[in-house]
């Protein structure tokens, strides 16, 4: 079992910044990639980003340029920088962490609110 919380969401004025925290706990060993995900009210959850063990990064393109996701193995934990945000970022942003088996674990999310 991998717990994972996720910190720093909030409101932001469109243009603004934010950065987000995953800290995993639990069976961290077994995780291999970790990502972002969101979810807007009434669409569906999309990925945002996501990061591979060995640092291999990917993104939505409609984040490109103004995500970025990084992971310190040390502390179990991940990030993502949000810059330029777009009231179209905001939505509930949900941690990920996948094992190698392909067991997928969920954070409680975190809203995200950009004001026009």
């Known amino acids: 079992q991998v717990q994972l919380v996720e910190s720093g969401g909030g409101l932001v004025q469109a243009g603004g910044s934010l950065r987000l925290s995953c800290a995993a706990s639990g069976s961290i060993f077994s995780i291999n990639e970790m990502g972002w995900y969101r979810q807007a009210p009434g669409k569906q959850r999309e990925l945002v980003a996501e990061v591979t063990l060995g640092g291999r990064t990917n993104y939505a393109d409609s984040v490109k340029g103004r995500f970025t996701i990084s992971r310190d193995n040390a502390k179990n934990t991940v990030y993502l920088q949000m810059n330029s945000l777009k009231p179209e970022d905001t939505g509930v942003y949900y941690c990920?962490?996948?094992?190698?088996?392909?067991?997928?674990?969920w954070g409680q999310g975190t809203q995200v609110t950009v004001s026009s």
């Open positions: 990920n962490a996948m094992t190698a088996r392909g067991f997928s674990s």
